[in-house]
């Protein structure tokens, strides 16, 4: 079983909504660990868009603030992506990521560094597209 496994992308309009799955299984407690949604477009570097850390506390990237919204159950070993009012410049393939202090060294958040430093866990990726 892989360690991260994305689901729900697809093609919507502009102004769609779609919301994202990424199922865990991990090497240790799932609550410990930080959990990111990257995005990435072909030729462009893997982005953060939204982070959660341990304690549920929320980052975003400044383009989709008030729009997506990240969410984690540690009972089911999951992450989420809400995604709404969807726009063209928010296609690509959405990989979720886990880090930790232990495994990676450091807790990833929206604001650090681009692209992150290796120790991370990805999922294999899911592709979102927006149609205008």
């Known amino acids: 079983q892989a360690p991260l496994a994305e689901s729900g992308g697809g093609s919507v309009q502009t102004g769609g909504s779609l919301r994202l799955s990424c199922a865990a299984a991990?090497?240790?407690?799932?609550?410990?660990?930080?959990l990111a949604w990257f995005r990435q477009t072909p030729g462009s570097q893997r982005e953060a868009v939204a982070t959660i850390d341990q304690t549920g506390s929320a980052r975003y990237r400044e383009s989709v603030k008030g729009r997506f919204t990240i969410s984690r159950d540690n009972a089911k070993n999951s992450v989420y992506l809400e995604m709404n009012n969807l726009k063209p410049e928010d296609a690509g393939t959405y990989y979720c990521?886990?880090?930790?202090?232990?495994?990676?060294?450091?807790?990833?958040?929206?604001?650090?560094?681009?692209?992150?430093?290796?120790?991370?866990?990805w999922g294999q990726g899911t592709p979102v597209s927006v149609s205008s």
């Open positions: 991990l090497p240790v407690d799932f609550k410990t660990f930080c």
């Open positions: 990521t886990a880090s930790n202090a232990l495994y990676s060294g450091y807790c990833y958040t929206v604001g650090d560094q681009e692209p992150p430093p290796p120790g991370m866990y």
